[in-house]
Nanobody, 122 residues
């Protein structure tokens, strides 16, 4: 059974940083696309970042502030969040695909974590 478990969320002041982790179990995702999405209250889930073999993509709203990375040895995906803004407040979800195709469409990801809350105060 595949499981994705996020951690690292919390409350931070504007301008601060957080590092989110997503530990995967049940299968190896070293050659599969993985990504981060977020959902703010009253809004739809939106793409944040994704990477796969040799490719990375970011939403325009986070470019230059967030960095996605992974450790294949630990089967873990990371998201470094810097220069946080109040509008970054949301539940952040980790997602994984069965293929290596990188996508910003949440429908392309088959596996999802439960989410971790990020709250940025002004």
């Amino acid at each position: 059974q595949v499981q994705l478990v996020e951690s690292g969320g919390g409350l931070v002041q504007a301008g601060g940083s957080l590092r989110l982790s997503c530990a995967a179990s049940g299968r190896t995702f070293s050659s599969a696309a993985m990504g981060w999405f977020r959902q703010a209250p009253g809004k739809e889930r939106e793409f944040v970042a994704a990477n796969s073999v040799g490719s990375t993509n970011y939403a325009d709203s986070v470019k230059g502030r967030f960095t996605i990375s992974r450790s294949n040895a630990k089967n873990t995906l990371y998201l470094q969040l810097n220069s946080l803004k109040p509008e970054d407040t949301a539940v952040y979800y980790c997602a994984a695909s069965r293929t290596y195709y990188i996508s910003s469409d949440s429908r392309e990801y088959e596996y999802w974590g439960q989410g971790t809350q990020v709250t940025v105060s002004s």
